[in-house]
Nanobody, 125 residues
Framework: QVQMVESGGGSVQAGKSLRLSCTAS????????MGWFRQAPGWEREGVAA???????RYSEAVKGRFTISRDKAKNTLYLEMNNLQPGDTAMYFC???????????????????WGQGTQVTVSS
């Protein structure tokens, strides 16, 4: 069972930046398709960014141009750089991964096998 651990969340003012990290216990997850999701209170979990084995990326319209997904395979770590944060970005952020070579760009909940426990991001105006 692959373990995924997020970190880097916190409380910031609007317009500031945060970088989230997600470290996986096995490299098979980090070299596969991975994604970041978020869930605000009272809302369904939604996909915000995805990356595949080839390094291609995809973003939701809500974060496009402000968030960047990347990974460091040597560190088994996925990142989400979040710039110009807004109060609407307040949510619990989760990372997710599949296993094996993967070329899809998935932002659906059912597309991933492994999930982290989440890290809270709070943005105040």
């Amino acid at each position: 069972q692959v373990q995924m651990v997020e970190s880097g969340g916190g409380s910031v003012q609007a317009g500031k930046s945060l970088r989230l990290s997600c470290t996986a216990s096995e490299s098979t997850a980090v070299t596969s398709c991975m994604g970041w999701f978020r869930q605000a209170p009272g809302w369904e979990r939604e996909g915000v960014a995805a990356i595949n084995s080839a390094g291609a990326t995809r973003y939701s319209e809500a974060v496009k141009g402000r968030f960047t997904i990347s990974r460091d395979k040597a560190k088994n770590t996925l990142y989400l750089e979040m710039n110009n944060l807004q109060p609407g970005d307040t949510a619990m952020y989760f990372c997710a991964a599949r296993s094996g070579v993967c070329y899809g760009l998935y932002i659906g909940l059912g597309d991933y096998t492994y999930w982290g426990q989440g890290t809270q991001v709070t943005v105040s105006s």
